[in-house]
């Protein structure tokens, strides 16, 4: 059974920055895709970032320049590092894997003004 891990969310300071990691576990193959999502309060979740396994990613308008995601090779593990944080990055972020559509449970990420 495929279950999927996220750590490293926390409450920083308008500008500062967080490194959010993601494990994979339990299976026998490498995700073609793993990405972030978020979810504000009283907001649909959208997506954040995501990563092939040959490096392709894709970012959301609003976190391009400030957000990178990475790949550690094929292993099924995701980063994404956050920095230039504004309040309104202020949401549960969320790991998925692709094509088989695993999440977390999510992560608090919380930016203080």
């Known amino acids: 059974q495929v279950q999927v891990v996220e750590s490293g969310g926390g409450l920083v300071q308008a500008g500062g920055s967080l490194r959010l990691s993601c494990v994979a576990s339990?299976?026998?193959?490498?995700?073609?895709?793993m990405g972030w999502y978020r979810q504000a309060p009283g907001k649909q979740r959208e997506l954040v970032a995501t990563i092939n396994t040959v490096g392709v990613t894709n970012y959301a308008d609003s976190v391009k320049g400030r957000f990178t995601i990475s790949r550690d090779g094929n292993k099924n593990t995701v980063n994404l590092q956050m920095n230039s944080l504004k309040p309104e990055d202020t949401a549960v972020y969320y790991c998925?894997?692709?094509?088989?559509?695993?999440w977390g449970q999510g992560t608090q990420v919380t930016v203080s003004s």
């Open positions: 339990g299976s026998t193959f490498s995700f073609t895709a």
């Open positions: 998925r894997t692709f094509p088989m559509n695993y």
